[in-house]
Structure formats: C-alpha cells, structure tokens
T-cell receptor
Framework: AQSVTQLDSHVSVSEGTPVLLRCNYSSSYSPSLFWYVQHPNKGLQLLLKYTSAATLVKGINGFEAEFKKSETSFHLTKPSAHMSDAAEYFCVVAGGYQKVTFGTGTKLQVIP | EAQVTQNPRYLITVTGKKLTVTCSQNMNHEYMSWYRQDPGLGLRQIYYSMNVEVTDKGDVPEGYKVSRKEKRNFPLILESPSPNQTSLYFC??????????????FGPGTRLTVT
C-alpha cells in the first residue's frame, strides 16, 4: 500500500520569498517520487523526480526537492517565488504494482 | 510532436447514455493510465495498462471500463454514466514501468458533465 499526504492545501508567499511545499509519503516499496505542477485550466507538467540516484533533486524553474527516507518526506522548495509560480502542485508516489498515488494538491498563491 | 491526445475535450451528456473518451499516444509507450481530478481530491487513478491486453484497476474503477487492443490507444468507457462521474479526466502514458522512475506524459484533459 502507498499513500501521499500534502500537508498544506494552500500556501501563500510574497514574490521574491522562499517557497516550501510539504509532502510526506508511505510505501511498501522503494518508491519513485514526483512533483507535478498544474497551472489554471492547464494540464500537468513534471517539475522533478526522485529515482534513488541522488537525494537532492533539481527540477525546472529553480525548484528543488530533498528525499529524506528517515522522515518519509519529499518537500519541494524554491529560493525565490515568482508570480508565474502561482499554480497547484501535486506530490506523486509510484511504487509496487504500478499504481500511482497523487496527493490532494497544494495551491500556491504568490502575492506581488 | 510527441504527445498524448484525448477526445473529446469537453462533453456534456445525460445519465445512462454510454460514452467513450479516446486516448492516443505517439511515443510507443508501454504504460498508460486514466485519472479523474476532483476539487480537493487531487488526481485518482481509475485504470492502468502495462501493455497491450494487460490492464488493471486503480483506486476508483467502479463505473468505468478500459481496453488496450493497440499499444497507442487506451479508451475509457462509461457504459452508464451517472452525475457522480462528472469530473476532469486525464490520460497519461509512460515509456516503461513507473517503479523505475519514468515520468508520465499527460493529455490535455477531458471535462465531462453528466446531467
């Protein structure tokens, strides 16, 4: 069995300040973890993925995530928010039996 | 251009009228999947397929059917739609099995309304 918990349904930051979107997971297998972004009325785009190669993963648009096995976390960060980062972000776990589990999403608001 | 296409993009239908949402990918991907997205619930997996003629249930398969007769196509069938199937549906494909960290490529979505 596997599950994903996104700890905040909404996050609001000022432009130019750091972003932290939190994700905890559970999995009976060594999981692959992903962050996807969905801009309003758009499809889903991959930000980054963890596949057991390196615990600190760099993605597009300045986003990073760190895999912490001891904490079962995969939090998404960005040093400085931009207005274009306003979107909904999904943490995703893929593991055994090829099932995919999405978190419920975090809506990021960026205040000018 | 490598892509996943879905048709139709928008559909309004009535309860009980059978419908099919098509999904096609041109990347020769083995893995395909259907999701529904509802506010506050994220995306939930309906069915997935690891190859031709190999399909399996996701977390919310009730009321849906799928088939995978060709590698590129993975249609979603609602034999008797009900209002609780009103949702935004996404098809996705991946080059290989997801445990290896392969990302999924998503279609543009199909917004279905059942009245």
């Amino acid at each position: 069995a596997q599950s994903v918990t996104q700890l905040d349904s909404h996050v609001s930051v000022s432009e130019g300040t750091p972003v932290l979107l939190r994700c905890n997971y559970s999995s009976s297998y060594s999981p692959s973890l992903f962050w996807y972004v969905q801009h309003p009325n758009k499809g889903l785009q991959l930000l980054l993925k963890y596949t057991s190669a390196a615990t600190l993963v760099k993605g597009i648009n300045g986003f990073e995530a760190e895999f912490k096995k001891s904490e079962t976390s995969f939090h998404l960060t960005k040093p400085s928010a931009h207005m274009s980062d306003a979107a909904e972000y999904f943490c995703v776990v893929a593991g055994g039996y090829q099932k995919v589990t999405f978190g419920t999403g975090t809506k990021l608001q960026v205040i000018p | 251009e490598a892509q996943v296409t879905q048709n139709p993009r928008y559909l309004i239908t009535v309860t009980g009228k059978k419908l099919t949402v098509t999904c096609s990918q041109n990347m020769n991907h083995e893995y395909m999947s259907w999701y529904r997205q509802d506010p506050g619930l994220g995306l939930r997996q309906i069915y997935y397929s690891m190859n031709v003629e190999v399909t399996d249930k996701g977390d919310v398969p009730e009321g849906y059917k799928v088939s995978r007769k060709e590698k590129r196509n993975f249609p979603l069938i609602l034999e008797s739609p009900s209002p609780n199937q009103t949702s935004l549906y996404f098809c996705a494909s991946s080059p290989a099995l997801l445990g290896g960290g392969y990302e999924q490529y998503f279609g543009p979505g199909t917004r279905l309304t059942v009245t």
